[in-house]
């Protein structure tokens, strides 16, 4: 039914009128690159721009609205789009931290609610989930992911775009989820945003693709191009990715947009000599929407008349883009997002900040408790709330916050408040984030040393990660770390929260401060989530989804790397380790403690030796030995002793989040099956291969149970 009017729509329209559908501009409400068109409202007007991004809320996206359907002869709604990352208004914690709850349900409510305030305020489509894998924390897009790891990646990915789009269009509370980068963004050279990406087929297949294709999977109709090169072409124009992988292995049937002025970029890539051939390059790979660099918009007519183009292929990008906005029903109603009175009901709304506060508590790790210094008692005790992030707004939403706005905000001091009563609590702000000044060290010492407990909020500044946000050295900026140093040469007990989006390197606080909670950039409800921690309301239970460095030197480190051929030994110097710094890192992935504390029994296995037709079940007994309820997730991990090709260290193949009262046990039981084992093989073949495989099962991914089984024919 929809392919029927698409079609008869596209045989009424002139050619300019196709390519101002494959034209995505900005107005000028905001901006995500570094380019500005004033004159995206007359181009609306003439059916030379069928899309626009960085407009909101329903009044103003009512009114260009308006424009499109009742001033243009083809009357064509726009499509809206916008960067909602982590919450439109009300603001979740940033997804790098949304994924160390690991707790599919809760990040999946996250992208529901988003969902729900973006659409309020006109919004058809935003531009998330980034299902980046990530490994290197200088890059500051690690933020914006779920981090490094494939297996949960791809999970969350699925989780965000469930999330985003719900079970259909048929309401007005769903929007499109946009998949990005594809491919392998993530993955940029030293770390620095925008860089050369370099791999082979098999780390693409194996480790980058695997979360897009889940996304896919999940319903996603539309993907959005990286700016990095990968095999020597531009992602905008690489047929590999766009054509072979994309439409031909997964079938793809959405939508294809560029990023930012990413079609122009190809020149200084150097693989073609201007903007016409650009615009060729990316339509013919299979680019289907021109996001703000006016390529099709100015050259692809040209490119027609030269022959450079066929308008068949212009035809099937239109058809994409049309059909989206079918299923979106703005054929029907274009102003059925733009309600004025549910944006004024929704947007903020209790329920909402209820549930950011809740996905909040359950994305902060504890990664530090000597002497069980937290949870500090509400009563008896005077706290000194210090640092320059204790009574902050302006940085807790972090980079990529939509909509939101500071003034929302609850702080870390005025969480701290609430729960301990303003006389037991006093405040001094110690330093700035990022400069030299040392002028208030004195007031916070003194504060320090007529307290009984420290809680020192030290990290970075919100646009310190995000796009372009990339730093080679990724310590605490300016004097901060000289301030925690001086609060713990008090004596008191020293609690540090951390504020940051992206791990950081602090060895001298992880071997000296009492406690350390790393709280990322937990958005609109961070003081109140981060009090409810503190005090004991809510038992952490987060878990590290990036591994934490001891220091630069040694990055990249990842979990699961391989082996050498002369793996590390401490007796033999002639094997892979430094000289300095040990090869294990600060905290490992997975890793995350809890109030209270959880003993595992020994694996139990269902069979020694399986065959590809039998399941394996893995179980353990998890007993909470602690006084608190609490938590815990369980990973289950692999790792195949011998392959083709070499094989990981371990491969997280399973998790699962358990609560347990205090004394309670619990057997957890995984299955695992051959299809589990797969791998690209020394012949590119997705197979699995018999043999011997070690299965862990534990609290992190160094912390592990381990036992062997045998997969054969």
């Known amino acids: 039914m929809i392919a029927r009017k698409v079609d008869s729509?596209?045989?009424?329209?002139?050619?300019?009128?196709?390519?101002?559908?494959?034209?995505?501009?900005?107005?000028?409400?905001?901006?995500?690159?570094?380019?500005?068109?004033?004159?995206?409202?007359?181009?609306?007007?003439?059916?030379?721009c069928g899309n626009i991004f960085n407009a909101y809320t329903a009044a103003y996206?009512?009114?260009?609205?308006?424009?499109?359907?009742?001033?243009?002869?083809?009357?064509?709604?726009?499509?809206?789009g916008y960067d909602v990352i982590h919450g439109y208004k009300t603001i979740f914690p940033i997804p790098l931290g949304e994924a160390a709850s690991w707790d599919l349900a809760a990040i999946e409510k996250s992208a529901r609610v988003a969902a729900t305030e973006a659409t309020a305020a006109g919004l058809h489509?935003?531009?998330a989930p980034m299902v980046d894998i990530a490994r290197d924390p200088?890059?500051?897009?690690?933020?914006?992911?779920?981090?490094?790891?494939?297996?949960l990646g791809s999970l969350i990915a699925a989780a965000r775009v469930k999330g985003i789009q719900g079970e259909n269009f048929n309401g007005t509370n769903t929007m499109l989820a946009c998949v990005k980068h594809f491919a392998a963004y993530g993955a940029a050279q030293a770390g620095r945003d925008y860089h050369t990406v370099d791999m082979s087929e098999r780390v693409l297949r194996e480790t980058f693709l695997p979360p897009y294709k889940a996304a896919i999977d999940a319903g996603a109709h539309t993907v959005m191009t990286s700016f990095n090169e990968l095999d020597g072409v531009p992602a905008t124009g690489?047929?590999?990715?766009?054509?072979?992988?994309?439409?031909?292995?997964?079938?793809?049937?959405?939508?294809?947009?560029?990023?930012?002025?990413?079609?122009?970029?190809?020149?200084?890539?150097?693989?073609?000599?201007?903007?016409?051939?650009?615009?060729?390059?990316?339509?013919?790979?299979?680019?289907?929407?021109?996001?703000?660099?006016?390529?099709?918009?100015?050259?692809?007519a040209q490119s027609v008349k030269e022959g450079k183009v066929n308008v068949a292929q212009i035809d099937q990008s239109v058809r994409y883009v049309l059909r989206i906005k079918y299923l979106l029903g703005l054929f029907e109603d274009p102003y059925r997002y733009s309600n004025v009175e549910r944006e004024k009901s929704t947007i903020l709304s209790k329920e909402n900040q209820d549930a950011a506060r809740d996905v909040s508590r359950k994305s902060i790790v504890l990664l530090k408790n000597d002497r069980n210094t937290l949870p500090i008692a509400k009563t008896g005790r005077t706290i000194a709330v210090i640092g320059p992030l204790a009574d902050n707004k302006s940085e807790l939403i972090g980079a990529w916050s939509g909509a939101g706005e500071p003034k929302d905000c609850v702080t870390l001091l005025q969480g701290i408040?609430?729960?301990?009563?303003?006389?037991?609590?006093?405040?001094?702000?110690?330093?700035?984030?990022?400069?030299?000044?040392r002028t208030g060290f004195k007031a916070a010492v003194d504060l320090a040393k007529r307290s009984d407990i420290i809680v020192v909020a030290v990290g970075e500044k919100a646009n310190m990660s995000g796009e372009a946000a990339s730093r080679s050295m990724i310590g605490?900026?300016?004097?901060?770390?000289?301030?925690?140093q001086q609060l713990v040469a008090t004596g008191k007990p020293v609690v540090v929260v951390l504020m940051n989006g992206r791990p950081l390197v602090f060895p001298w606080i992880a071997d000296n401060a009492a406690a350390i909670v790393e709280t990322w950039f937990l958005g609109t409800q961070a003081g109140n989530a981060i009090a409810d921690v503190l005090f004991g309301d809510y038992n952490p239970s987060g878990k590290l989804p990036i591994t934490f460095p001891r220091n630069e030197g040694q990055i990249p480190i990842f979990y699961n790397m391989k082996y050498t051929g002369r793996p590390f030994d401490a007796n033999n110097k002639y094997t892979s380790?430094?000289?300095?710094?040990?090869?294990?890192?600060?905290y490992p992935f997975g890793f995350g403690l809890s109030y209270t504390t959880f003993g595992y029994s020994d694996i139990k296995i269902n069979k020694n030796t399986f065959t590809p037709r039998e399941d394996l079940k893995i179980s353990v007994t998890v007993t909470n030995t602690g006084k608190r309820d609490g938590e815990e997730v369980v990973q289950l991990y692999v790792r195949d002793l011998v392959g083709s090709v070499t094989r990981p260290v371990k491969e997280l193949k399973g998790f699962q989040k358990i609560m347990l009262k205090a004394g309670e046990s619990k057997e957890v039981t995984f299955t695992l099956t051959a299809n589990d084992l797969k791998f690209y093989n020394r012949q590119m073949q997705w197979t699995y291969e018999p043999g011997d495989f070690d299965i862990f099962v534990g609290t992190n991914s160094a912390d592990v149970k381990t036992t062997r089984v045998k997969l054969i024919e």
């Open 61 to 80: 996206t009512r009114d260009l609205q308006k424009v499109a359907v009742e001033q243009t002869r083809m009357k064509i709604p726009l499509l809206f």
């Open 125 to 127: 489509w935003t531009f």
């Open 138 to 151: 200088r890059w500051g897009r690690i933020m914006e992911g779920a981090g490094e790891d494939t297996y």
């Open 9 to 48: 729509l596209i045989n009424l329209m002139t050619l300019e009128e196709k390519i101002g559908q494959l034209t995505l501009f900005t107005s000028d409400w905001a901006t995500t690159g570094p380019t500005i068109r004033d004159t995206y409202k007359a181009d609306i007007q003439k059916g030379l």
């Open 417 to 437: 408040r609430a729960k301990a009563g303003g006389g037991k609590v006093e405040y001094a702000k110690g330093c700035t984030l990022d400069t030299m000044e």
């Open 577 to 586: 380790k430094y000289l300095d710094v040990p090869n294990t890192p600060q």
């Open 476 to 484: 605490l900026p300016g004097v901060q770390m000289e301030l925690v």
């Open 238 to 300: 690489n047929v590999h990715l766009l054509h072979d992988i994309l439409r031909d292995e997964w079938k793809f049937k959405g939508l294809v947009v560029t990023d930012y002025t990413s079609i122009n970029e190809m020149i200084p890539h150097g693989v073609v000599a201007n903007e016409k051939e650009a615009g060729e390059l990316a339509l013919n790979a299979g680019v289907d929407m021109d996001m703000q660099g006016a390529v099709y918009y100015n050259h692809l």
